[in-house]
């Protein structure tokens, strides 16, 4: 039982640049997420998915889309690439209902220079 | 709408101190409240939620309705609690269950 996983866990992009950041969960769990964790501003919520093909905005999801084409997957994309985007993105899973945690990926580091 | 407030950015104390982490909410219904922690470069884990009435670590939190608070407290600090916490709301009854995350306290504990 992994868990959630992301992939990749680092990588460097230059301004323009696309890419595809990949979340996978063996839980069964119907709600998934995407966070971004910048310094003094917290956990910010950019888009969700409660159930297989369904997606909605968060708090802060201008420059990315997402897809959930498989229950078990929840994939982060970004079209352009903007140094403003540079963050550590957390992917999170949960069963969706009131007072279920949500359980955590590991993260991965982007930088867009 | 639902907010959650953690006053603190940082809150730097010494090994054997009381700690207290503030969190403050507002939402017009039933909220769960959770604490999450983040250990130095691990993923957010789960701390305590207030339905489970448990002590994690040492940690607790107690929800007060009528302050709309849900601090988390421990009376000995230790250095392996030095990490960065997140208080969390999930509105009950309003057909959505997204959380909606404060901003973090990192908590600095000195030897």
């Known amino acids: 039982n992994a868990g959630v996983t992301q992939t990749p866990k680092f990588r460097v992009l230059k301004t323009g640049q696309s890419m595809t950041l990949l979340c996978a969960q063996d839980m069964n769990h119907e709600y998934m997420y995407w966070y971004r964790q910048d310094p003094g501003m917290g956990l910010r919520l950019i888009h969700y998915s409660v159930g297989e093909g369904t997606t909605a905005k968060g708090e802060v999801p201008d420059g990315y889309n997402v897809s959930r084409l498989k229950k078990q997957n929840f994939l982060l994309g970004l079209e352009s690439a903007a140094p403003s985007q540079t963050s550590v993105y957390f992917c999170?899973?949960?069963?969706?209902?009131?007072?279920?945690?949500?359980?955590f990926g590991p993260g991965t580091r982007l930088t867009v220079l | 709408a639902q907010r959650v407030t953690q006053p603190e950015k940082l809150l730097s104390v010494f090994k054997g101190a009381p700690v207290e982490l503030k969190c403050n909410y507002s939402y017009s219904g039933s909220p769960e409240l959770f604490w999450y922690v983040q250990y130095s470069r691990q993923r957010l884990q789960l701390l305590l939620r207030?339905?489970s009435r448990e002590s994690i670590k040492g940690f607790t939190a107690d929800l007060n309705k009528g302050e709309t608070s849900f601090h988390l407290k421990k009376p000995f600090a230790q250095e392996e609690d030095s990490a960065m916490y997140y208080c969390?709301?999930?509105?009950?009854?309003?057909?959505?269950?997204?959380?909606?995350f404060g901003r973090g306290t990192s908590l600095i504990v000195h030897p």
């Open positions: 969390a709301l999930v509105g009950i009854g309003g057909g959505s269950y997204i959380p909606t």
């Open positions: 207030h339905i």
């Open positions: 999170a899973s949960s069963y969706g209902t009131g007072g279920n945690e949500q359980f």
